[in-house]
């Protein structure tokens, strides 16, 4: 059986990296907040890093996070959504996380909305951007955003908070930079048209010092915290 043991020296380790970015960019000491992604990761896992005061998880499946939310069921936790959604298993999205992050299509946003219950404050949404052009499938088209923010925003039951990226892997920090610019830069033309969003999620293990560069406010970083995932879920 692992032992998560050095599980709190890494989150220590991550959120120094965050810190010295944070200032090497010039930005506020802890205008990036950290969400560990815990996909395919045990319970023992989530649990030791909430004992390292870690309090926002990431999950990308649906039928392994509800059972992880319902066992570890914490009012100080924030549960957030960050993989690929069907649009006939958004209910147990609507009805057990805070946020989601990989919202790219309208009839999934108008599923959630209609399926969150009422006793819950309205769901965080982040609108998943195609940053890479081809080599990505999963996002909104940039020049179709506009849309879909206007279309996300007049739903009741959801509260537009930002965008997501997940860009197509690159190595220096001036390539892994740009994506990230230009998600930035879509955000501050969304905010010129009426949709002020506080979030940008965006840098994994391996680009957040270069998302940070660019305006970050959220990294999901998973391998760096839990170690490498054994297999990838269908
Ligand atoms: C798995 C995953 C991550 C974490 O990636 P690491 O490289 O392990 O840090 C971040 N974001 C999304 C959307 C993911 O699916």
Redesign the pocket.
Known sequence: MTSWETLADNLTAVRAVIAAAERRWQRDPGSVALLA?S?TKPLEAIMAAMAAGQTRF?E?YIQESVEKIARLAVPSVEWHF??PIQSNKTRPIAEHFQWV??IDRIKVAQRLSDQRPANLPPLNICLQVNSSGEASKSGVPPEQLRELADAVATLPRLALRGL?T?PAPAQSLEDQRQPFRLVRGLRDDLARSGHPLDTLSMG???DLEAAIAEGSTMV?????IFGA?ATVKP
Request: glycine share 16%.
């Open positions: 992604v996909k990431g990308s960050i993989g992050h990989s997501m997940i994994m293990s391996d999901r970083i998973g391998t760096a995932r």
